[in-house]
C-alpha cells in the first residue's frame, strides 16, 4: 500500500515538473499536428489503398500522426529524460532516497501513458474539426484503446531499455532518433506502403512493433480490419523491452 502512495504521490510531482515547463509540453503536442497539417497539404487530396479498399490520405495521416505522437512521448521523452536524469544525478539521488525504485520509475510510466493518451485526443479531435475524419465507436473503441495502451506501455519499456544504451546525455537524441526514424519511414507511417514497396521493407515492418501499433490505431479510423496478433506483436516487445530495462537499468551516471 505505501509503494501505490508513493507512485501517485511521485506522479503528480512528475504531472507538476511536465506542466511547469510549458514549452516543451506544447511541443510535445504540436510535433504531430505539425507533421499532420504538412502531409494533409502535401497529400491529402489523395487516396491510399488498404487491402480493397481506398481512402483519403488526411484520413491515413490522422491515425497514422497519432501513432507517431505515442512513440515521441513514450518512447523517444522516456529514453532521453532518463539518460540525462542519470548522467546529471538525478537519479543516484532518488536511489538513495527511502522511495522505493518501482515507485518512481512507475509514476514516469503513468505520466508517459496519460500524455500519450492526451496526445491522442487532441491529435483525433484535431482530424475531426479540420479533416471530418470519423471517430471510433463501440467495439472499435474498445480495441483502439486496448491497442493505444499497450503501445504506450511497451514503448516506455523499450525507452527505458535504450537508455541504457545510451553513453552521456549528449549522445541521447541523437541515438534514439537514430533508432526510431528509420523504423518509422520502414513501418509507414510517413509515407504509405503501395504495390511497389520492396519486400525488405514489408519484411522489416512485419518484425518491429511501429507497424503493427499504428495498424492497431488506423483500424479505428478507416474500418479495416483489427488483428490481435497485431496487439500480441506489441505486447511481446514490450516484455522484451521491460526484460533489458530490469537487467541493465542503471541508476548511476557512466562517468
Given at each position: 500500500m505505501r509503494t501505490v502512495s508513493l507512485t501517485v504521490s511521485q506522479l503528480r510531482f512528475t504531472n507538476k515538473a511536465f506542466w511547469r515547463n510549458p514549452t516543451q509540453a506544447f511541443f510535445i503536442f504540436a510535433f504531430p499536428l505539425i507533421f499532420l497539417v504538412i502531409f494533409t497539404a502535401l497529400l491529402g487530396n489523395n487516396t491510399v489503398s488498404i487491402g480493397a479498399r481506398s481512402f483519403k490520405e488526411s484520413t491515413y495521416y490522422v491515425a497514422?500522426?497519432?501513432?507517431?505522437g505515442v512513440v515521441t512521448a513514450c518512447f523517444n521523452n522516456m529514453a532521453i529524460a532518463t539518460a540525462f536524469l542519470r548522467e546529471t544525478g538525478v537519479l543516484k539521488r532518488v536511489d538513495g532516497t527511502p522511495m522505493p525504485p518501482l515507485s518512481y520509475l512507475a509514476a514516469r510510466i503513468l505520466h508517459s501513458l496519460a500524455v500519450a493518451v492526451v496526445l491522442v485526443a487532441v491529435t483525433v479531435v484535431f482530424g475531426r474539426a479540420a479533416y471530418s475524419v470519423a471517430l471510433p465507436?463501440?467495439?472499435?473503441?474498445?480495441?483502439?484503446?486496448?491497442?493505444l495502451v499497450v503501445g504506450a506501455a511497451t514503448f516506455c519499456a523499450l525507452g527505458l531499455?535504450?537508455?541504457?544504451?545510451?553513453?552521456?546525455a549528449d549522445a541521447a537524441a541523437p541515438m534514439v532518433n537514430a533508432v526510431i526514424l528509420?523504423?518509422?519511414?520502414?513501418?509507414?507511417?510517413?509515407?504509405?506502403?503501395?504495390?511497389a514497396t520492396?519486400?525488405?521493407?514489408?519484411?522489416v515492418a512485419r518484425?518491429?512493433?511501429?507497424?503493427?501499433?499504428?495498424?492497431?490505431?488506423?483500424?479505428?479510423?478507416?474500418?479495416?480490419p483489427?488483428?490481435?496478433v497485431d496487439v500480441a506483436v506489441v505486447a511481446a516487445w514490450g516484455a522484451f523491452g521491460l526484460a533489458l530495462a530490469v537487467r541493465f537499468f542503471s541508476w548511476e551516471p557512466r562517468r
Open positions: 497514422a500522426m497519432a501513432a507517431f465507436g463501440g467495439t472499435t473503441l474498445v480495441e483502439f484503446v486496448v491497442m531499455a535504450l537508455s541504457s544504451a545510451i553513453p552521456n528509420p523504423l518509422l519511414f520502414l513501418s509507414g507511417t510517413f509515407i504509405p506502403f503501395g504495390n520492396p519486400s525488405w521493407i514489408l519484411w518484425v518491429f512493433p511501429v507497424r503493427h501499433f499504428a495498424v492497431g490505431l488506423q483500424a479505428g479510423f478507416l474500418g479495416t483489427f488483428d490481435w
